[in-house]
């Protein structure tokens, strides 16, 4: 498939991030809905046809927990990704609408998410990076698929100069400018979880907001959080307890997490996603 900006009809924008900026259209010669990501980064055209070039490992990933890729181009100056609608969208935008998730259903969803990870990490030897409720998109046939990767080592680079490159959902160590692992996955994979669980980004504890830099001042110093005392189930605390283990050699890895009490015990719970996906896009 040769994606070109002319044969892509705008529908409507989907959301904007630091980074840029995502919109639903429609390619008019394959009639296929997708996404397209714009992303803007301030370097040469070499760089970014460089870019382009690292992005194409993206169509050998071929996941049922990986969102899709149709190809990437670059307008204007703009690098264009194009990739799978996900028509129901993003986690965070589900749990502001509709509130906490239910606990089996964020089980559920943890599967999804340690299997795309387990995926990228095993055949692309790809660390995701960006892991945040953001990034984890549903559609109506109760899917649940993981985005907005670092398959790129030069876009990774381009963003990691600026201020863009630094989040909440960073473990202590990459705040602190130490080497990115699998484990440093795993403690965002926590924060998020414990986010769709409680219906908040759960840093400070109490709820109060923090300018940035007190913040990832007070994931790095203080201990991290858990989730209120009575409230959820304890195989749920102590998921959450393992993944945000300060030390990363401690941690452990999405296969070992996979096969924790909390994430096996969802799975078999009678509840199902295409069900959820339902009753959450009900107006
Ligand atoms: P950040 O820029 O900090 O990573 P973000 O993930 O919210 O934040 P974008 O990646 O630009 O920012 O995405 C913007 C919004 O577009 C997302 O919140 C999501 O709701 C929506 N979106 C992204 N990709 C898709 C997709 N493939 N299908 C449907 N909606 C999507
Ligand atoms: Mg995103």
């Given at each position: 498939l040769?994606?070109?900006?002319?044969d892509?009809?705008?529908?409507?924008?989907?959301g904007?991030?630091?980074?840029?900026?995502v919109?639903k259209?429609?390619?008019?010669?394959?009639k296929?809905?997708?996404?397209?990501?714009n992303?803007?980064?301030e370097?040469?055209?070499?760089?970014k046809?460089?870019?382009l070039?690292?992005?194409?490992v993206?169509?050998?990933?071929?996941?049922?927990?990986?969102?899709?890729?149709?190809?990437?181009?670059?307008?204007?100056?703009?690098?264009c990704m194009?990739?799978?609608?996900?028509?129901?969208g993003?986690?965070d935008?589900?749990?502001r609408k509709?509130g906490?998730?239910?606990v089996?259903?964020?089980?559920?969803?943890t599967y999804?998410v340690?299997?795309g990870?387990?995926?990228?990490?095993?055949?692309h030897?790809?660390i995701?990076?960006?892991i945040k409720?953001?990034?984890i998109?549903l559609?109506?046939?109760?899917?649940?698929?993981?985005?907005?990767?670092?398959v790129?080592?030069?876009l990774?680079?381009s963003?990691?100069?600026?201020?863009?490159g630094?989040?909440?959902?960073?473990?202590?160590?990459?705040?602190q400018?130490?080497p990115?692992?699998?484990?440093?996955?795993?403690?965002?994979?926590g924060?998020t979880?414990?986010?769709?669980?409680?219906?908040?980004?759960?840093?400070?504890?109490?709820g109060?907001?923090?300018a940035?830099?007190?913040?990832?001042n007070?994931?790095?110093?203080?201990?991290?959080p858990t989730l209120?005392e009575?409230?959820?189930?304890?195989?749920?605390s102590?998921?959450i307890?393992?993944c945000?283990l300060?030390?990363?050699?401690?941690?452990?890895?999405p296969?070992?997490?996979?096969?924790s009490?909390?994430?096996?015990?969802?799975?078999m719970a009678?509840?199902?996603l295409k069900q959820?996906?339902?009753l959450v896009s009900r107006?």
């Amino acid at each position: 498939l040769d994606l070109q900006a002319e044969d892509l009809q705008m529908i409507k924008e989907l959301g904007a991030g630091n980074g840029g900026s995502v919109d639903k259209v429609l390619h008019a010669p394959t009639k296929t809905i997708m996404a397209k990501k714009n992303i803007h980064v301030e370097t040469q055209p070499q760089v970014k046809k460089q870019i382009l070039r690292e992005l194409q490992v993206l169509h050998d990933c071929d996941s049922p927990y990986i969102v899709s890729f149709y190809g990437a181009f670059l307008n204007h100056g703009e690098i264009c990704m194009c990739m799978e609608y996900m028509d129901i969208g993003s986690l965070d935008s589900i749990y502001r609408k509709k509130g906490p998730i239910d606990v089996e259903i964020v089980g559920k969803i943890t599967y999804n998410v340690l299997s795309g990870l387990i995926y990228l990490y095993d055949n692309h030897r790809i660390i995701h990076r960006d892991i945040k409720p953001s990034n984890i998109l549903l559609n109506s046939a109760g899917q649940i698929k993981i985005c907005d990767f670092g398959v790129s080592g030069v876009l990774i680079n381009s963003i990691a100069s600026t201020f863009v490159g630094t989040n909440a959902y960073m473990s202590p160590e990459r705040i602190q400018g130490g080497p990115y692992s699998v484990k440093s996955d795993v403690w965002s994979v926590g924060i998020t979880v414990m986010e769709l669980a409680l219906g908040r980004f759960p840093f400070p504890p109490d709820g109060k907001q923090l300018a940035i830099l007190e913040l990832l001042n007070y994931i790095v110093n203080e201990p991290a959080p858990t989730l209120p005392e009575g409230m959820y189930p304890e195989d749920l605390s102590q998921f959450i307890t393992a993944c945000l283990l300060k030390n990363p050699d401690q941690r452990p890895t999405p296969a070992q997490l996979l096969e924790s009490p909390f994430v096996a015990r969802c799975q078999m719970a009678p509840v199902d996603l295409k069900q959820w996906a339902e009753l959450v896009s009900r107006k």
